[in-house]
């Protein structure tokens, strides 16, 4: 189990998932991450987009997995025939569902009275045509009929285990085929028990059109991660490249008109733009009374100071991320930047810029405008989410209009910074997520679950 778990997570990481350089450049566009990129050295950009999709998922993400799976295939097996036999795994659309499933199932550790069998449905996309993911998912999990007219008693043989169940339907005519297979052939075998991954929305999608949660036992939503918690995770990173956080680097002084230029002013959006000058004057105000702090006590020990910079910056980088690990990562990357540092002790000029080196700094995180969206924008991009990613096939026959339209559509968007392309698949920029989840809520898309 942990074996094939732990082979297919390694396949998912090489093959599909990547936290930094997914963008494909465009001739007119630089992407967000790349663009903060470019104030480094390119070999260390390249360092750091290495370490960076070297993370392992968060360890809060993947226990918030293991624990309830463990005890639920622990009583399975204990009573097959009247134990729950199945577990839903929900993360945000921009989440990578499959990666951290993957993750959590190379820890599971089961108490086997035999050896079960186990059926993993090892996709890193969804099949290209729709009509064809019904018999792909026959194919792969092979599962008899069962005879509705005997009463079987079951004995515990195999867990089913679909890392992502977005990939297992379309939104279109014959896209739900799929979803009526496991919901009826696989839901409904409590010879084996059924490990599920999903999008929220899609999850809400689902739901609403073939009441697939009827079917299902358990359902699990992943945790909005901490500051504390966001910290532990990029610790590895911030050690290895020494990054720094300072009131210097961090808060602006609202005093200066100047440093106001890169806040994101909108009459049309007054509240964000309340939010956000709120914030800045907040931070302001905590670094303003560090400096009096350090300044009468000549220095103190922050490391474990709730109010230290790197605590508010991991803070705020929770709040604006909305807790979603993978935003939180793009935005800690984009506000990395190189600092010179000049040493205090050198009194001569020539001295000190012999003296000086470049330092990695991070700045105050800040959540990057939408592009103006029309109503078509908001669809697509709504297909986006309901699906996790798409091509641009499945996008047009989700959407219902030509291939010519929907490129186009795609193109300009990517322009604009707000979807990502890399080989031929399609989703939703993830360091856009909160401001577009708030936006598509705005114009009445379904977007949380109930």
Request: aromatic share 6%.
């Amino acid at each position: 189990m942990i074996q094939k778990a732990d082979q297919f997570r390694n396949w998912l990481i090489d093959k599909r998932f990547f936290r930094v350089g997914w963008f494909t450049k465009g001739t007119h566009t630089t992407s967000e991450v790349e663009e903060s990129l470019t104030n480094l050295p390119e070999e260390i950009s390249k360092q750091l987009e290495a370490a960076v999709n070297n993370l392992t998922a968060n360890s809060h993400e993947t226990q918030a997995v293991l624990e309830p799976l463990e005890d639920a295939i622990a009583q399975w097996i204990e009573n097959p025939n009247g134990a729950n036999n199945s577990i839903v795994i929900l993360a945000q659309p921009v989440s990578p569902v499959s990666l951290i499933l993957g993750e959590s199932l190379s820890q599971l550790k089961i108490k086997e009275k035999r050896q079960l069998d186990i059926k993993l449905i090892d996709w890193v996309e969804r099949p290209p045509h729709s009509n064809s993911i019904r018999g792909k998912l026959e194919d792969q999990l092979d599962i008899a009929e069962l005879d509705r007219s005997q009463e079987e008693q079951y004995s515990a043989e195999q867990i089913t285990i679909v890392p992502n169940l977005c990939w297992c339907f379309l939104r279109s005519a014959q896209g739900l085929n799929g979803i009526d297979y496991i919901q009826d052939s696989v839901m409904n075998n409590n010879a084996q028990f059924v490990v599920l991954g999903c999008g929220q929305i899609g999850w809400e999608y689902l739901k609403s059109t073939l009441k697939f949660h009827a079917y299902c036992d358990q359902v699990v939503h992943l945790p909005e991660l901490t500051g504390k918690q966001l910290q532990e995770w990029i610790e590895p990173i911030l050690s290895q490249f020494d990054v720094q956080f300072s009131d210097a680097a961090l808060h602006k002084r609202i005093g200066d008109p100047n440093q106001l230029e890169d806040i994101h002013l909108s009459i049309e959006k007054p509240f964000e733009t309340i939010s956000e000058i709120t914030q800045e004057a907040t931070a302001t105000a905590k670094s303003s009374l560090r400096s009096v702090k350090e300044a009468l006590e000549g220095g103190y020990d922050d490391s474990n100071d709730e109010t230290s910079p790197k605590r508010e910056y991991f803070d705020r980088l929770a709040d604006i991320s909305d807790g979603v690990s993978i935003v939180a990562l793009q935005l800690f990357i984009r506000s990395l930047c190189y600092r010179k540092v000049i040493d205090p002790t050198q009194k001569d000029m020539r001295e000190t810029d012999e003296a000086s080196n470049n330092q990695i700094v991070a700045r105050l995180p800040k959540l990057p405008p939408l592009p103006d969206l029309s109503q078509n924008d908001l669809y697509l991009l709504y297909s986006l989410m309901l699906h996790g990613d798409l091509t641009i096939r499945s996008l047009a026959e989700s959407l219902g209009d030509s291939t010519q339209v929907v490129n186009n559509q795609v193109q300009m968007l990517r322009n604009e910074g707000i979807i990502e392309q890399k080989n031929g698949v399609i989703k939703a920029n993830p360091i856009h997520y909160p401001r577009l989840r708030k936006e598509l809520a705005n114009n009445n898309f379904i977007v949380e679950v109930s």
